[in-house]
């Protein structure tokens, strides 16, 4: 690999997702669950177990909230942007493995290229910028697949690339799920077939400790801790035991893909044509034997399609420089020229309408805390409790899910404490507020656009 080549792919990873991080036009669903998360991890929360307005978060390990945790320390206050950069890092490190792997696999022009044209990829681009698991978990699964390719590669492959590769895969485990063990997996046994002989069992050995090694490491430290049962319900918890299946259509995904794939979309035809001349690719089997995978999945959510672009990306950027045709090599440089650019600058526009307005949920968030004087408890009925939390470092905000709860949390708050709920329940809470013996003051109305329509709060305090 050279020097000058990671240099520009890093430099022009940064440079294209950087720019206006902290913007808060765009904010993608649990971005601010996970700032706060880690706000109150910065605040003396532990970091082997996340908590969300005071209580255990099971839901997703620690890996990212620990990173972005200690980036509000050094930074000395929270802040959005601040909890977008591990995403960013972890983008840029996903496009150094890619032409890492690209130099392994192909050659030193489709690598590059394949480097590039991932970070020009909507779907991967946009993901990059927000603060969420999904680009870190992709980053390792990339990592350990080129130190997997790199070791084979090899009539006796070294031990630490193998074990460096089972590490970054249990990595990848941790933060998000089995898929980072299984992808790598994939690699390996398509790579194996393509070397015309099998992995010898001392190489799957030092692949699974190198994975195994992590996994102990982060359960022991639980175990140790007495963290047993928290454990227990990260394992069993829906995303991961498959008890929420949320059956989605595999059009859908389609669309999603194609969609997210913007705007190397244009060059399938291309990949096509090459695969019809020479066969597909060790990339081209990995991406579509992932998608097979993610098909089969019952829960089908549009970035469940992230690890997918990698690998799709490096069989384009193959076809495209083996196709010896100066102007698709022209046309594909431009396309990613121009996506590339058009990232930062989609940010620095103001559109029209309501895409130029904030997110709804930090207007809100703002508002509510114009009215509610500091140190007061808040109890809501959606997810605004998130964003208040965030947006006024308190601590002392509950997130309930209906009615009855928000009635019975106001009085064990007291007097002088807050509710917040969407104004759609108002009767339902006087109602329930009156059956108990609550006596609510109101104190404010608003309303906002919201994905195309109209949604109001309402603010109460609550009397002696």
């Not at 006596?439 to 949604?455: A, C, F, I, K, M």
Request: charged letters at 20%.
């Amino acid at each position: 690999m050279r020097a000058a080549d990671l240099a520009l792919v890093a430099a022009v990873g940064f440079a294209t997702l950087l720019p206006f991080l902290g913007q808060t036009r765009d904010v993608a669903t649990h971005e601010l669950r996970h700032a706060e998360i880690a706000r109150e991890m910065a605040d003396g929360g532990g970091v082997l177990v996340p908590r969300l307005l005071g209580e255990e978060y099971a839901d997703k390990p620690p890996v990212m909230h620990a990173m972005i945790a200690a980036l509000y320390r050094l930074a000395g206050a929270p802040s959005l942007a601040l909890a977008r950069v591990p995403s960013v890092v972890a983008g840029v490190m996903g496009a150094l493995a890619v032409y890492g792997i690209g130099m392994t696999v192909v050659d030193r022009p489709a690598a590059l290229l394949a480097a590039t044209g991932l970070l020009a990829t909507l779907g991967y681009r946009r993901m990059a910028r927000v603060a969420r698991p999904d680009m870190i978990f992709v980053a390792a699964i990339l990592v350990g697949c080129f130190f997997l390719l790199r070791a084979l590669r090899t009539a006796r492959p070294p031990v630490i690339a193998l074990a460096l590769a089972g590490a970054a895969a249990g990595f990848a485990t941790v933060t998000k799920g089995p898929l980072g063990v299984l992808v790598p997996g994939i690699v390996a046994v398509l790579a194996a077939r393509r070397r015309e002989r099998p992995t010898r069992l001392r190489e799957w050995a030092v692949l699974a400790a190198g994975a195994v090694a992590v996994l102990i490491a982060w359960t022991g430290a639980l175990w140790l801790t007495g963290h047993a049962d928290y454990l227990y319900r990260v394992v069993t918890q829906p995303d991961v035991a498959g008890a929420d299946p949320e059956p989605g259509s595999v059009r859908a995904y389609a669309v999603a893909l194609v969609v997210g794939f913007l705007p190397l979309t244009l060059l399938l035809p291309a990949l096509v044509h090459a695969v019809r001349r020479r066969g597909p690719g060790l990339a081209l089997a990995v991406a579509l034997l992932l998608l097979v995978v993610l098909v089969a999945v019952p829960k089908k959510r549009r970035h469940y399609l992230l690890p997918v672009y990698p690998f799709l990306v490096l069989a384009v950027a193959e076809a495209v420089t083996r196709a010896d045709t100066p102007r698709l090599a022209r046309t594909t440089g431009a396309l990613v020229a121009l996506s590339l650019a058009a990232g930062p600058l989609w940010y620095a526009a103001t559109p029209p309408g309501a895409l130029a307005t904030e997110e709804p949920k930090l207007t809100m968030a703002r508002r509510v805390l114009e009215v509610v004087p500091a140190g007061r408890r808040i109890v809501c009925m959606d997810e605004l409790a998130e964003a208040i939390a965030f947006t006024g470092r308190r601590d002392g905000v509950a997130e309930v899910m209906d009615v009855p709860s928000v009635v019975r949390e106001a009085k064990r708050n007291g007097a002088g404490s807050y509710v917040v709920i969407p104004a759609g329940r108002a009767a339902h809470l006087d109602t329930a507020a009156a059956r108990r013996g609550l006596r609510l003051t109101s104190l404010e109305r608003d309303e906002l656009p919201v994905h195309g329509h109209v949604r109001g709060w309402l603010v109460y305090r609550v009397e002696p």
